[in-house]
């Protein structure tokens, strides 16, 4: 029963990650559609860029991001999904019914909260709910719905191009309360984490929902274990008394996690994911492919991506982080380069294109979605894992800050570096990738199979615990385990 529950609860809490990917994906078929740029009167690149950042910036997804450790840390993490789909409920109604582009912003900035909020907030949860096995595929579900989240919204927009009203993009913009509401009102009767009830002195609370979520009929010893190994390592951090984002670079195990948890994060959008998603029938016009074609095409795309996320959530206890992260980033650095170098010496505006080199570019478009799942995954899973349960929310909201400040700048810049140098702009992001493959193999230290209290051995955290004076938790330290082992042995 623990391990049905588990999993049941982390993949409802996931429809945040729908959320995610459906407010992301929808506005690039909108902005698109015909009667869009009729009704808002041919919007420019500027007003465009504006349109799609505003639910990354201003009071969007980065406040949404810093609102997570002061907010998600007092009133935990269920009440903060549930704000956050709130918001959300308001934001999508506002896009739907906008009458003009201020009312229209209006809208995304507040979406953009929300998912700021979600997309810090439903990793930290399903990390701290699974049990170390299969933490990494729990934790990856943001990314899985994520990913049906852009299915949906592709699709959506592609069928919406039938209509010739208004609804051809006030539905798809509207369709996002559905998620939302469903999930405002399913998130009351999930158990709270453990961690935080444990962090709030919610003992038995903590206790109770622990052994909802882990116990199988047969393993108390395990159980009572898991519940030491977090209350000590909750005593121990608590000893810090480090919670400010100063204070934490002053700590070089935090600082060392807070840089890996923002450098993977920040690989997330220097891969060029984004200016694709967003940008998609944008880069597909310039290859000469009609609007309602390149719907279609980036439908497919997001088909697929489905099913390849899929298979890296399977594998992802079972390959580890740092070697998909190696292998993906070199196959988006390839791809990047492929279509760069072929748009240079088959360029898609000349008189008589290769039809073959353009058929490769859009080829190359759907093996960069396959090579980007690890990272699509990891970069969620990774932040949400290594810090400490005092600071987890900080730190995994700062590192999510990392991704949410470069969407902007990505989605407020690519359509003018589009306009000006066209696919000379991806010889950046194969750079970018080049360098993050270098970075996995090198600074990334491997999490796969370890509780979230060993992550303080791993970032050499331990040989500061050996001066407490707590015994008890000088029983987890290695070569002072009296009778007692690390939960993933029990």
Same mark, same amino acid.
């Given at each position: 029963?623990?391990?049905?529950?588990?999993?049941?609860?982390?993949?409802?809490?996931?429809?945040?990650?729908?959320?995610?990917?459906?407010?992301?994906?929808?506005?690039?078929?909108?902005?698109?559609?015909?009667?869009?740029?009729?009704?808002?009167?041919?919007?420019?690149?500027?007003?465009?860029?504006?349109?799609?950042?505003?639910?990354?910036?201003?009071?969007?997804?980065?406040?949404?991001?810093?609102?997570?450790?002061?907010?998600?840390?007092?009133?935990?993490? /269920?009440?903060?999904?549930? *704000? &956050?789909?709130?918001? %959300?409920? !308001?934001?999508? @109604?506002?896009?739907?019914?906008?009458?003009?582009?201020?009312?229209?912003?209006?809208?995304?900035?507040?979406?953009?909260?929300?998912?700021?909020?979600?997309?810090?907030?439903?990793?930290?949860?399903?990390?701290?709910?699974?049990?170390?096995?299969?933490?990494?595929?729990?934790?990856?579900?943001?990314?899985?719905?994520?990913?049906?989240?852009?299915?949906?919204?592709?699709?959506?927009?592609?069928?919406?191009?039938?209509?010739?009203?208004?609804?051809?993009?006030?539905?798809?913009?509207?369709?996002?309360?559905?998620?939302?509401?469903?999930?405002?009102?399913?998130?009351?009767?999930?158990?709270?984490?453990?961690?935080?009830?444990?962090?709030?002195?919610?003992?038995?609370?903590?206790?109770?929902?622990?052994?909802?979520?882990?116990?199988?009929? /047969?393993?108390?010893?395990? *159980? &009572?274990?898991?519940? %030491?190994? !977090?209350?000590? @390592?909750?005593?121990?951090?608590?000893?810090?008394?480090?919670?400010?984002?100063?204070?934490?670079?002053?700590?070089?195990?935090?600082?060392?996690?807070?840089?890996?948890?923002?450098?993977?994060?920040?690989?997330?959008?220097?891969?060029?994911?984004?200016v694709i998603n967003y940008y998609g029938p944008r880069i597909y016009e310039s290859l000469g492919i009609e609007t309602k074609e390149s719907l279609m095409i980036t439908g497919i795309n997001g088909t697929t991506g489905i099913i390849e996320n899929t298979i890296i959530l399977l594998l992802i206890d079972r390959l580890g982080r740092v070697w998909p992260l190696a292998a993906g980033g070199f196959g988006m650095f390839s791809c990047m380069l492929i279509n760069a170098v072929l748009n240079k010496q088959f360029p898609a505006d000349a008189a008589n294109a290769n039809s073959d080199a353009l058929r490769a570019m859009v080829a190359m478009n759907f093996v960069f979605q396959l090579a980007f799942q690890p990272l699509g995954n990891i970069s969620w899973i990774y932040p949400a894992e290594i810090f400490p349960t005092e600071i987890r929310a900080l730190g995994a909201s700062l590192s999510a800050l990392a991704n949410w400040c470069l969407n902007l700048l990505f989605a407020q810049c690519s359509p003018i570096a589009l306009?000006?140098?066209?696919?000379?702009?991806?010889?950046?992001?194969?750079?970018?990738?080049?360098?993050?493959?270098?970075?996995?193999?090198?600074?990334?230290?491997?999490?796969?199979?370890?509780?979230?209290?060993?992550?303080?051995?791993?970032?050499?955290?331990?040989?500061?615990?050996?001066?407490?004076?707590?015994?008890?938790?000088?029983?987890?330290?290695?070569?002072?385990?009296?009778?007692?082992?690390?939960?993933?042995?029990?």
């Open positions: 029963m623990g391990r049905l529950l588990v999993t049941s609860c982390a993949a409802f809490a996931a429809l945040g990650g729908f959320l995610f990917g459906y407010d992301s994906g929808i506005i690039s078929s909108t902005i698109a559609q015909p009667q869009f740029v009729e009704y808002f009167q041919a919007p420019s690149d500027a007003q465009t860029g504006g349109i799609v950042s505003a639910f990354q910036g201003k009071c969007g997804a980065i406040l949404g991001c810093l609102s997570v450790s002061g907010i998600g840390d007092s009133i935990g993490r /269920k009440q903060l999904i549930l *704000l &956050a789909s709130v918001l %959300s409920v !308001i934001g999508s @109604s506002l896009q739907g019914g906008a009458i003009h582009v201020g009312m229209l912003i209006a809208g995304r900035l507040l979406a953009g909260i929300a998912v700021g909020q979600l997309s810090s907030t439903v990793p930290i949860y399903c990390a701290e709910i699974a049990p170390p096995s299969i933490r990494g595929m729990l934790s990856g579900l943001l990314q899985w719905m994520l990913s049906w989240g852009f299915f949906a919204a592709q699709w959506i927009g592609y069928g919406c191009t039938q209509s010739t009203t208004s609804f051809q993009w006030r539905f798809p913009l509207s369709f996002q309360v559905v998620p939302a509401l469903i999930l405002a009102c399913g998130i009351l009767f999930l158990p709270e984490s453990p961690r935080w009830l444990m962090e709030k002195d919610r003992v038995k609370e903590a206790r109770t929902n622990l052994r909802r979520l882990h116990y199988n009929g /047969k393993n108390e010893e395990f *159980l &009572a274990l898991e519940f %030491s190994e !977090i209350s000590q @390592s909750i005593a121990a951090d608590r000893l810090q008394k480090s919670y400010t984002f100063k204070q934490i670079l002053t700590n070089p195990s935090w600082r060392r996690r807070l840089a890996l948890g923002c450098g993977i994060q920040a690989f997330g959008q220097l891969s060029g994911i984004n306009a000006q140098i066209g696919f000379n702009y991806f010889y950046f992001f194969a750079a970018t990738n080049l360098l993050s493959v270098v970075c996995y193999i090198m600074f990334y230290p491997e999490t796969k199979g370890r509780t979230l209290e060993q992550m303080d051995e791993l970032f050499e955290k331990v040989q500061n615990r050996s001066d407490l004076d707590d015994q008890k938790f000088a029983t987890l330290q290695p070569g002072q385990n009296e009778g007692i082992t690390h939960v993933e042995k029990a």
